[in-house]
């Protein structure tokens, strides 16, 4: 079975200072999809990246990068210079890939709430 | 394109009672899903569909019913709604395969559904 794990429920932060998101997870399959995505307070679900398991290099998107390493099964995300903006619940997920294809069938974790103080 | 479309946003039943949360899309994705979320939680998976008429049981699938008569919807349905049941309900679409344009399973805005 599949398993997402953020050990941190929530973090709090004040502004300008960078902040590292955990992401642990469990599977099976050798090959498989990484998720991060952001629901601020207004409740809906937006998309950050989606990494592909042969894929372990490290993404950088302005001030968000992401960190995967197969070795350690993590894919941690972090926020340099947080913004009050940032202030957010974090979702990482794990999807499995059958058969050539990704049937999207998503594994969240837990969250992490994520303040930003001015 | 209006994406992935929810209604209603809010709904509140008492025990017993059955509902149909909608779920429609316009962009033309094989795969569409159901989640509930609840505090503390995460997101888990419901049901989910990799095409017309073709669906399976998620993580949480009992109480809940689905089809998928076409493309475009996706309907949940409560068949004796439970406090249990107390949550916030996305649906979500994608394509069913990994081609290089697409990256994100596109979620739907939500319903809160409260059961007295």
């Known amino acids: 079975a599949q398993k997402v794990t953020q050990a941190q429920t929530e973090i709090s932060v004040v502004e300008k200072e960078d902040v590292t998101l955990d992401c642990v997870y469990e599977?099976?399959?050798?090959?498989?999809?990484l998720f991060w995505y952001k629901q601020p307070p207004s409740g809906e679900l937006v998309f950050l990246i989606r990494r592909n398991s042969f894929d372990e290099q490290n993404e950088i998107s302005g001030r968000y990068s992401w960190n995967f390493q197969k070795s350690t099964s993590s894919f941690n995300f972090t926020i340099t210079a947080s913004q009050v903006v940032d202030s957010a619940v974090y979702f990482c997920a794990l999807s499995d890939y059958a058969g050539g294809t990704s049937y999207g069938k998503l594994t969240f974790g837990q969250g992490t709430i994520l303040t930003v103080h001015p | 394109n209006a994406g992935v479309t929810q209604t209603p946003k809010f709904q509140v039943l008492k025990t017993g009672q059955s509902m149909t949360l909608q779920c429609a899309q316009d962009m033309n994705h094989e795969y569409m899903s159901w989640y509930r979320q609840d505090p503390g939680m995460g997101l888990r998976l419901i049901h989910y569909s990799v095409g017309a008429g073709i669906t399976d049981q998620g993580e949480v699938p009992n109480g809940y019913n689905v089809s998928r008569s076409t493309t475009e919807d996706f309907p949940l349905r409560l068949l004796s709604a439970a406090p249990s049941q107390t949550s916030v309900y996305f649906c979500?679409?994608?394509?069913?395969?990994?081609?290089?344009?697409?990256?994100?399973?596109?979620f739907g805005p939500g319903t809160r559904l409260t059961v007295l």
């Open positions: 979500a679409s994608s394509y069913s395969d990994d081609r290089p344009s697409v990256d994100e399973q596109f």
């Open positions: 599977t099976r399959d050798t090959t498989y999809y």
